[in-house]
C-alpha cells in the first residue's frame, strides 16, 4: 500500500507501461536496449551469431549403440519419425482388444534395444533416453513399463529418468 | 403380385429356412468349434465378446491361512512391498469369514471380480477403467489420472492405487506411480492361453480351489460346474454380474 502512494506518478498495469517505468532516474531515462553500451554488445552478436549456429559440436550427438545388430520393423528414416506413432497404435490395440502381436510391441523394442551392459534402453548411454534427451523430447513411456528384458532378481538395470 | 413374384418370394423364403438350418447345424452341433476359436485366440485376433472369463472358487477346498494364491500374484505382477504396508497395492486378498452362531468358517480370495456391469467404469471420467470384450475389467493406465473414483465406486474394495515409483516391473505388466490397478486375471496369460497365476498356483499346490475358464462355453469344466452346483456371487443383491463366482459359501 505505501510503495504505490509514495510513487512519484501513478504506474501502470501493463507490462509495457511497467517496463518503462524500470527506466533509471524515475523512468525518464533511455530505454535500456538502446544504451550506449548495447549498441556494441548487439554488434557483436551480430558477429558471433553465424559462429554459434554453426558449431555443431555444441551438442553432444547421442550414442546410438545396438548390441544386437539385426533388422528393425522398419527402415532407420520411418522408425525415427514414426515410433511414437506405431507405439501408440500398437498400445491401443493391445490394451483395449488384447492384439499381443510382436512387431509394434514396446517389450519387443526393449528386447532388442537394451544395452547388454546395463540391460536397459535408459541411462545417458541407453538407445531410448540418449536421443530423447538430445531431441529434448520427455521419455514417459519408463515410469511405468519396464526398461530392460526381465532379468534375474536384485540385478541393476540403471537409474530412471 | 404376379404369379412369377410369387415363385421368387418362395424361394427367398425356402433360401431362408435353408440357410438358417445351416447356421443352426453349424452353432449346435459342433459346439465345440466356437469354442476352439474362442479357445485358441491368433495374437492378431481382438478378443471376443462370445467368450466371458470367469473364476470359480470352492471355499470348500480353500484353506485358512494359505495364501498360495496371493504370493503367485506377487510375483506374477511385479507387486513388491514399498514399506508402507497400508498403502501398498493389493490385487488379491485372503478373507476369513465366520458364522458366529454356527461356527462355521470360510476362507477366500477375493480380487476384482470383473462385473458385467461394473462400477468403476460407471464413474471413470476418462474411460481409463474399461471392460473388455471378453469381459475382463482393465485400467488403462495411459488415460488413468489417478483420481479414484474407481476405487470408491468399487464394492469389493478390488482397486488399488500405486503411491510410490516402482523401477522393478515385469516387461507384461507395466504398473507405476500415480495410477490406479487392480486385478487383470492376468490379462497377458490369458491372451496367450495360459491360466492367471493364482489359479496356476492353487493347482499346483494341488488345493484346487480356483477354477478359470469361458463360463460362456457350456464344455468348459467351470461352466459345467457352475451349472452343477449352487454358486453364489458376493453382493448379488447389487446385480453387477460379477464374472467371479463362490461355491460354498
Redesign the interface.
Known sequence: MSLITSSPRKRGSSRWLRFLDSRPEGGKGPLPLLGGNDVLGFLLLLVLLPSLAFAADRTPKPSIVIDKPGKCVSDVETMRREHPDMLKHQ?D?T????????RFSL?GC?ECHASTKTGSVLGDQGFCQSCHAYAGVKLDCF????AG??LAAGTD?GA?P | MSAEDKSKGVDRRGFLAISAAALGGVALAPGLRLIEIAGARAPDQAAAGTVRWGLLIDTNKCASGCDDCVKACATENGLHSTGHPRTDAQWIRKVELKDLRSGRAHSAPVMCQHCAEPPCVDVCPTGASFKRADGIVLVDRHTCIGCRYCILACPYKARSFVHEEHTDQNPNVPRGKGCVEGCTLCVHRVDRDQQPACVEACTKADHNAMTFGDLNDPKSEIAKRVAQFPTTKVRADLRLGTGVHYQGL
Do not use: D, L, W, Y
Open positions: 498400445r490395440q490394451m483395449h482388444k488384447g492384439i499381443r502381436t510382436p517389450n526393449v515410469e511405468c513399463h519396464a528384458p526381465k538395470r530412471k
